[in-house]
């Protein structure tokens, strides 16, 4: 273990973090890659567009309940232990998916790589809170934001290329492959605290013990629930999230395909230029928050963004394709700062509780990402004509209007609790210390 300490702590923290982001990165491809595997998925397991979004949103049926749990575990077990396990039962379930021969056990095997992937970015997150300091927390959160991002655009043309290659089936075992390699080196290499890599801890960062008490624990879950903040914060990454997952993750790919007459791998590039404004987004606001000091400013900003890009195509159907790429580039983009909530929920608490918070609210979210599919998709079939094309259902412009109505009125709703979200905190900030003395 002392071993690492020759390398100095800023570099070992960099390539741990790489470690930990890259398992992240593997949770965001599997996430997204419904949206062009969808026409093999529909074709081969004979679904409707409801049947489909459920198969897509089992990843977050799980993932979502799980963040919670996810997150008291790695207060108590630490970030290296539960990252590495993630990785193995996440690589299970990609082998399963890969494999299946029927509907439900490619429902089942999608369930696992969600069971396996909740505990990844919770991990991550505590990683940064004992290793970083509070100054670079939102900036660090960007850039494993980022991470998802890339994963995102791998899950587009890249994997459309590749399956045009050699089959949706094989591309997914050599993921799997790479899984189980990954968390061996995890478990091997990354180490929880600095001082566990033989390094005092960095000026301002002050880690908790490796392994935090349980009544602490359940503490600290009570007083995040109780939180009114938890609740603005949750539902917003609901909406915002839930929205996002959707639409680059299952319906981008075919309502470009349906609406547009191209290819499945013409139509991934348009969902491909979305996941890069993911990419940029999250580094980018991260950044620019920590320097400026704004928080919630920048989240009420993101989520108009978010609603007037939904907005438009929700009013306009099938605006010109370019134009469809800058709208999906936005509402991604600016995702970026619908996140810096994490860092609003990390700096509410103290160092027992970073991971505890960051599931509560993250597990929120992801009920927005297990929900929205099917509901989107339920809105389609209502809508869908009967014609199918290569034995995948073909829907219509009213259809696809729907769905992004349901988009836009989530961004309204989401902005509604950022603002809210920001005016309590500009009232906490505005409030005397309770401890503070009077001045003459």
Not at 86 to 109: C, E, K, N, Q, W
Not at 277 to 285: D, T, Y
Request: charge should be positive; aromatic fraction near 10%.
């Amino acid at each position: 273990m002392r071993r690492l300490s020759r390398f100095g702590p800023t570099r070992v923290r960099w390539a741990l973090w790489a470690l930990l982001t890259t398992g992240f990165l593997l949770v965001s491809f599997h996430r997204v890659t419904s949206a062009v595997l969808a026409d093999d998925l529909a074709r081969t397991f004979d679904t409707t567009g409801a049947e489909l979004g459920m198969l897509h949103a089992s990843f977050f049926y799980i993932y979502a309940g799980l963040q919670l749990p996810a997150g008291i575990l790695v207060d108590r077990a630490g970030s290296r232990r539960v990252a590495a396990g993630g990785l193995a039962v996440m690589a299970l379930g990609v082998f399963g998916f890969a494999l299946a021969p029927t509907y439900g056990v490619a429902f089942a095997s999608r369930a696992l790589l969600g069971l396996g992937g909740s505990v990844l970015y919770t991990a991550t997150l505590r990683f940064l809170a004992n290793w970083y300091r509070p100054n670079e927390f939102a900036t660090m959160t960007g850039w494993t934001v980022a991470a998802a991002g890339m994963g995102g655009v791998l899950a587009t043309t890249p994997l459309a290329v590749a399956i045009d290659s050699v089959g949706w089936r094989s591309v997914l075992l050599g993921v799997g492959v790479g899984g189980v390699g990954l968390a061996v080196v995890t478990y091997l290499a990354v180490r929880d605290r600095p001082r566990d890599a033989g390094f005092e801890p960095l000026d301002g960062v002050r880690p908790p013990a490796s392994s935090v008490e349980l009544g602490t624990v359940v503490e600290n879950t009570r007083r995040v629930l109780r939180e009114g903040e938890t609740w603005l914060m949750g539902t917003m990454l609901f909406l915002v999230l839930g929205t996002n997952f959707t639409v680059t993750g299952l319906w981008g790919v075919p309502y470009i395909a349906d609406l547009y007459d191209v290819s499945v791998r013409t139509a991934s590039l348009f969902v491909f230029v979305g996941n890069v404004g993911f990419l940029l987004g999250s580094p980018v606001l991260g950044t620019l928050s920590d320097r400026i000091g704004y928080r919630t400013e920048l989240i009420v900003a993101s989520c108009v963004v978010f609603t007037l890009a939904y907005g438009l195509v929700f009013l306009l159907v099938t605006p010109p394709l370019l134009v469809v790429g800058v709208l999906l580039f936005s509402a991604l983009f600016v995702m970026g700062g619908a996140v810096i909530a994490f860092t609003v929920a990390k700096e509410r608490h103290d160092a027992t509780a970073s991971a505890t918070v960051t599931g509560a609210i993250n597990s929120m979210g992801y009920f927005g990402a297990a929900l929205f599919p099917a509901v989107m998709g339920l809105a389609l079939d209502a809508y869908w004509t009967g014609e199918t094309v290569a034995g995948a259902r073909v829907y219509t412009p009213t259809g696809y209007r729907v769905a992004f109505g349901i988009a836009t009125a989530a961004g309204v709703v989401a902005v509604c609790c950022a603002y809210l979200l920001h005016r309590r905190e500009s009232r906490a900030d505005a409030a005397p210390s309770p401890t503070a003395k009077p001045t003459d």
